[in-house]
């Protein structure tokens, strides 16, 4: 805004002295100069200003230096910080951003996956229901809960939640692939393998996935031999 103000100074400050035809302009230097500064600074302030949104987390920093109170700045620049994995400072805006809008389950869903990056896992447990507590068919949030209770080795709570997610959102193809994890660690691999397939539905050729189908089905063979 202050750009605006300053730009709009300048072109009442050429509206009186530019009075002359164009031809006329070369008899006065300082005006030319004037306007060839104000060109100059202009391109200057576009440039730093392109330069901060080649990089979205430089742009939210200055747009949050500017404007830190309101829950959008402090919700999309902790969403930033939370995927750099970035957890401490994307847990102080994300809590910022639940502060200013306690009704948002998104923030407390985002606030949930930073103490859980931070291996604050009751904090993150509560995160979570409180925001399954504001949005009951928040399938992200069961989503992350599995998440949660398989890091601490909660198989069967980590199986429900997934679950609970998939009743929700059907097509959530990564519930498939925390599933085949659980079910590997269960040794469990015919279940294992079944959501590996069903993964694979989602993103056909995947390799790393192809890989873990192998992989899956070399210890199945090896469980078998020492039978």
Request: charged share 20%; hydrophobic share 40%; glycine share 4%.
């Amino acid at each position: 805004m202050p750009t605006w103000g300053f730009s709009l100074f300048v072109v009442w400050l050429y509206a009186l002295i530019f009075r002359e035809p164009l031809p006329k302009l070369s008899s006065r230097p300082a005006a030319v100069t004037l306007m060839g500064v104000h060109i100059l600074f202009l391109c200057a302030a576009t440039w730093q200003r392109n330069q901060l949104y080649l990089n979205p987390i430089e742009m939210w920093e200055d747009v949050y230096i500017k404007y830190p109170d309101t829950y959008r700045n402090n919700y999309n620049l902790g969403n930033l910080y939370l995927e750099d994995s970035k957890f401490e400072k994307a847990s102080e805006l994300l809590l910022n951003a639940v502060r200013i809008s306690p009704s948002s389950s998104e923030a407390r869903n985002n606030l949930g996956v930073a103490l859980m990056g931070r291996k604050e896992y009751d904090k993150a447990y509560q995160s979570f229901h409180e925001a399954l507590g504001i949005k009951q068919n928040l399938a992200e949030a069961y989503y992350n809960l599995g998440r949660l209770h398989y890091l601490q080795k909660k198989y069967g709570e980590a199986e429900e939640s997934f679950r609970q997610c998939l009743s929700l959102n059907p097509d959530y193809f990564t519930v498939h692939y925390e599933l085949a994890r659980l079910y590997h660690d269960l040794k469990n691999y015919k279940a294992a393998l079944l959501e590996l397939q069903q993964t694979l539905t989602y993103v056909p050729g995947n390799q790393a996935i192809m890989r873990k189908i192998e992989e899956v089905k070399k210890a199945s063979a090896d469980t078998y031999h020492l039978r």
